[in-house]
């Protein structure tokens, strides 16, 4: 197949900017460029850290550190400046007797006790019956600050009390202190001077998650991370993996800048190519569309971007990211058979920038294309939920296999499918973006199309009542394209549209063509009396007259295509061989000519003859197999003798299947029926 670059130089002014666009997104540091498997032995050379970054932990066992922070309440204590001032104050006031001597002392030792803390001797109540008080730790706030603190730092109520008898004891060691204390009474003085807090030991117990370290432990530079040829256990892939994250995120490149910037050209330019080539291959006339050259280059940016951004700031949820609803939005403005190369360009950017990329590209390939498949059958209402489940269960099973792939993966797997899940969401309740697309570019969507074949919207309406004749060889065209259409896989919906529309024109004089006639004996015919160029003029008007009218009710592009190519350069033959045979001029006929364009796609093809083959199927006299193929046969060579199919990009395959469906429409519609017999008496 010989490749033709597009003639038109404009066409290169967008390529040159998203070129510009992708160079500028490329990652400035150096790619951690090893790949690895849990269980496979390490095919590189000994790698040795290049500095010191910290191991962090893995999902799993973050949350296992979490599950147990949660079922442990370390209690929460306020420090009260006020009790110890009461304390030391009422044991100064302790009547000892005989030993009142000993007061300064106990007043001294109580003042060191009070300034650790004490607490009460009762156990701490929880709301929560399924946790347990910390043995271990508290919190002490004071001034305004709390610290965590060892439990055994402070005293009991009871450890208080025996902490002043032993401290006193050294010193006393003839004197009964216990004894002394209880007559006294300077035990009842002894109080909790750290008070409970419930309502902060209930905070700091549901934001104890918090404190939980994401790491476990750290690798020092020029330290030996993994030897060559060997096995590459749980262990070693978690330290593997902390290395690359900490290298992608921080290190940077080492080499010249040049050849950085030069690598981040060529991949952009390899990228540019590839979609440029998969557009010249798949669907050459785009470049003649500037609209639709321009969508598509904007959703391979978009897709890009998205890429690029989410690898960057948050690589965890590049699960999450609908990619399926680009092959959607693509859909909607282009045959299945072009979507998908553009779409697999669009998924290039994964394998290159995103450290899991194979697993990227193949699941949302996959995941892609069964959209393309589904999506047409299940778009409306809750059909939508069900292939939203359809596209979840697909990137489910990829994703799973490459879990099994992967074996021992310490990974969180249920937090990726619940990314996952709300990925496969989103790409249903991100589709209507594609009515924002269409407004944008100047698009038809099928959605759009099947409105446009509505028969009661006002336009087709106005159109039934001012020219019932045309309004209903319009309905029989539809019926035509619609099953040729299925049968050459077309596009059915613009096919439906563009047929009740292509002799739109015709409303705006409709007793010039002889379906609106009147059947009424002895009307008047509008041709009588008129000259055969002055009577082709006015049947060729209604191209013009078509495409005025959908220019003022802004039909779409494409719409107006059928109204301009249905009858392409071709002439109206009734007249010009009327005007022939009366001694006309053969030199003087362009008058008798249409100034449209020739069909260009296979819709247009179509239509053409569809269109062509009703008005003639009611001249026909009989209907028999043969007739019919005579018929048909006649039809196709007339337009192809005429030159309208020159310039089509249909295929001969497409033309048999075109005229086969044509004769067993026009033999079923067309059959004999059963004559009912007469009841006698």
Known sequence: MQ???????????????????????????????????KGTPWPYETLI???????????????????????????????????????????????????????????NKLGVIYGKGVISDGKVKLDHRAAQVSDNLIYIQR?????????????????????????????????????????SGLYEVIVPNLLYDKTM?????????????????????????????????????QILDSYKAEYNKVFGYSGPRVLLFLGNILLALAMLVVLFLALQFTAPKIFERWNRYLFVLTVFLLAAFVTFFVEKYAPTYMYMVPFP???LYLQAFFRRQQVFPMYVVILLPLLIFCGNGMELFVMYLTAGVVTLQTFPNLSKGWQQFLNAAIIFGVELVIFGGFRLIDAGSNSAWWIDAVLIFVGSAATVALYPLIYLFEKIFNLVSTTRLIELADTSNPLLQELAVKAPGTFQHCLQVMNIVEAVGRATDAKVPLLKAGALYHDLG????????????????????????KKPEESAADIIRHVDDGLAIAEEHRLPEDIKAFIRSHHGTSCAAYFLNKYLNDGGDPSATDVFYYHGQKPTTKEEVILMVCDSIEAASRTLKEFTPEAVDRFVEGIVAGKEKAGQLEDADITLHDLNLMKRMLKTYLLQIHHARVAYPKRNG
């Open 325 to 327: 609803v680009f092959a």
């Open 201 to 237: 030991t209930e905070l700091t117990h549901a934001d104890s998650d918090d404190y939980v370290s994401p790491t476990l432990g750290y690798v020092k530079a020029d330290e030996k991370i993994v030897s060559k040829g060997e096995i590459v256990t749980a262990e070693i892939a």
């Open 143 to 183: 001034n305004k600050r709390a610290v965590q603190y060892p439990r055994s730092e402070v005293y009991k109520v009871s450890e208080a009390r025996d902490q002043l008898v032993a401290m006193l004891a050294q010193t006393y060691p003839s004197v009964n202190l216990d004894s002394l204390f209880r007559r």
């Open 49 to 107: 850290s290049q500095f010191d970054f910290p191991i962090l932990k893995t999902e799993e066992q973050i949350q296992e550190e979490r599950d147990q922070a949660g079922t442990i309440v370390v209690p929460y204590y306020r420090f009260s400046d006020e009790v110890t001032s009461t304390v030391v104050k009422n044991a100064q006031s302790v009547d000892l007797g005989s030993f009142n001597s000993l007061r300064p002392s106990v007043v």
């Open 506 to 529: 015709k409303m705006q004089n409709p007793l010039c063509f002889v379906e609106n006639e009147s059947s009424t004996p002895g009307a008047p015919k509008y041709h009588e009396g």
């Open 3 to 37: 490749i033709s670059t597009p003639k038109i130089p404009r066409k290169y002014f967008p390529l040159a900017v998203l070129f510009a666009v992708l160079v500028l997104l490329m990652p400035r540091t150096a790619k951690f460029n090893y790949d690895y498997k």
